[in-house]
């Protein structure tokens, strides 16, 4: 006799793990002294998900940064983003700043209860890719100074010869790139003069971009240096950096996404350009902070 079958009793579901949820769009602050960190910007926009919000923010009313003394910049910039943070409720800001990195990041960090990312000059990197343990840095003359630089050489890159050129006069220049004006590369080529004239400087074959700015000046440094230099951009690996960030989010922090903005602490040299520049990131719209003019 063949047994009937007997009714199974429904099972409960089982309650999907947090992992299983899906993560909304995220939320990004990134800050830079100028517009050089719109280039960054640009890494973010290819690297992170759709739909993420991306916020900037310029302090150009103290621009440059690598010329002003670090007590004044540190507090300044943990004044702007007490008023940021809470006005925009980030998921992570990005300080793409070398020398607001390499000065502030701590404070930052024992200051707000959100995930800081930095953008510090690219010397463990540089260390890994030179094959003559000699290698260049491009950065601000403010972070060419400053201990925490010869820290990093000294914990990643003690076997090679790192020669360092404060550039005083390439973050302005980049601004001019990004902007659509033309740049002399007699200018360019002096600046890079003081890497390859140095000691040693001939054994070159690696340089790294110590400042977000001089992203904008890439098609410049390959046309006018030896076509066999390694360049370090660090801006993919740190869009990178904040994407494995917002990866790690709880589905319990999503609220309501307000549109994107844009904001400078000072009226831009040259606005109209600078309009159609931020257009091609989607930015459609220029606040100025008047709060926060110097």
Not at 181 to 203: C, I, K, Q, T, Y
């Amino acid at each position: 006799m063949v047994a009937s079958a007997v009714p199974r009793r429904p099972q409960p579901s089982r309650p999907r793990r947090r992992a299983d949820l899906p993560l909304p769009p995220g939320r990004v602050l990134a800050f830079d002294s100028g517009i050089g960190g719109l280039g960054v910007v640009q890494a973010l926009r290819t690297t992170l998900p759709p739909g993420t919000r991306i916020d900037y923010l310029a302090d150009n009313a103290l621009f440059p940064y690598g010329e002003q003394e670090d007590s004044v910049l540190v507090a300044r910039i943990l004044s702007l983003m007490e008023e940021r943070i809470a006005r925009l409720r980030p998921d992570v800001v990005l300080i793409a700043c070398n020398t607001a990195s390499t000065i502030a990041l701590d404070a930052l960090r024992a200051r707000f209860d959100v995930p800081f990312v930095g953008c510090v000059p690219p010397v463990r990197w540089a260390a890994r890719v030179s094959q003559t343990r000699v290698f260049g840095l491009l950065s601000t003359r403010g972070t060419a100074r400053r201990p925490y630089l010869r820290g990093l050489r000294d914990t990643y890159a003690a076997d090679c010869e790192m020669i360092v050129h404060g550039a005083r006069a390439l973050a302005d220049l980049a601004e001019k790139a990004y902007l659509g004006e033309s740049v002399d590369d007699r200018l360019v080529a002096e600046e890079l003069r003081h890497l390859f004239e140095a000691p040693n400087g001939d054994r070159i074959d690696t340089i790294g971009l110590g400042c977000t700015h001089y992203t904008f000046l890439n098609e410049a440094f390959l046309r006018l240096c030896p076509p066999d230099i390694n360049w370090l951009d660090p801006a993919i690996p740190v869009a990178q950096q904040v994407g494995r960030i917002l990866d790690q989010r709880s589905p319990a922090c999503a609220e309501a996404m307000t549109a994107e903005t844009l904001c400078l602490t000072g009226p831009p040299p040259a606005q109209e350009a600078l309009e159609k520049a931020v257009a091609r990131l989607g930015y459609g719209q220029i606040t100025i902070l008047e709060h926060a003019s110097v």
